[in-house]
């Protein structure tokens, strides 16, 4: 049984994981859904780069903001909005009111405010880490290992559930895989534990 103070490092480590799972599969889903929606290579190109840019720059610019706004707030909430914007796609696709213009607009909003969420992240990892008593080369190795998995399973799975059951339904699981990792963090991850000392137990 895992004990309690080091239930914030691991449920932090885990929703991480779910995150770059969700992240790598609507890094396919999403140009796809743009691709058999409008059969324009171009449009889809501007898909995965509309996404990807503001997830990248957001990662390297928002450390000021995320440490006004707060760690462990910044990750839930940029998870939480991200679970909104993602599962707005498929919802106005389904009711046929999802214009080329609109997605873009979700999918650059939604890869912003993941980037926030994952810069929030990582100083996060060692303050868990010092508040379980886990050393922080263990953590980061657990936190690596979580980001790796996600990464490695993201493409293969999104392709898998865009042949069975097609891209949107693929956009709204990366809804819900954002939806659970703000609510693992939220759960599993007190106050208390972000305010800890970075340097963690050798």
Not at 89 to 111: D, N, Q, R
Not at 184 to 192: F, M, R, W
Request: positive net charge.
């Amino acid at each position: 049984m895992i004990p309690r103070k080091k239930l914030p490092l691991y449920g932090l480590v885990l929703a991480y994981g779910i995150s770059q799972l969700g992240t790598l599969m609507s890094g396919l889903a999403i140009p796809w859904l743009v691709l058999v929606t409008t059969g324009s290579a171009a449009r889809t190109g501007l898909a995965g780069f509309a996404e990807m840019a503001p997830y990248v720059v957001a990662q390297a610019i928002s450390g000021p903001v995320v440490d006004r706004f707060g760690l462990r707030r910044s990750c839930v909430t940029g998870n939480a909005a991200a679970a909104v914007f993602v599962g707005v796609i498929p919802a106005l696709y389904a009711l046929g009111a999802l214009s080329i213009g609109a997605l873009f607009v979700l999918v650059a909003v939604a890869g912003a405010v993941r980037g926030a969420a994952d810069a929030a992240t990582s100083p996060l990892v060692p303050r868990t880490a010092s508040f379980g008593g886990v050393p922080n080369e263990r953590a980061a190795g657990l936190n690596s290992v979580a980001q790796r998995t996600g990464m490695l399973a993201g493409l293969p799975l999104a392709g898998v559930l865009i042949a069975v059951a097609g891209a949107p339904t693929v956009v709204l699981v990366d809804a819900v895989t954002f939806a659970v990792a703000a609510l693992l963090i939220a759960a599993a991850v007190p106050a208390s534990a972000t305010k800890a000392d970075d340097g963690a137990a050798a």
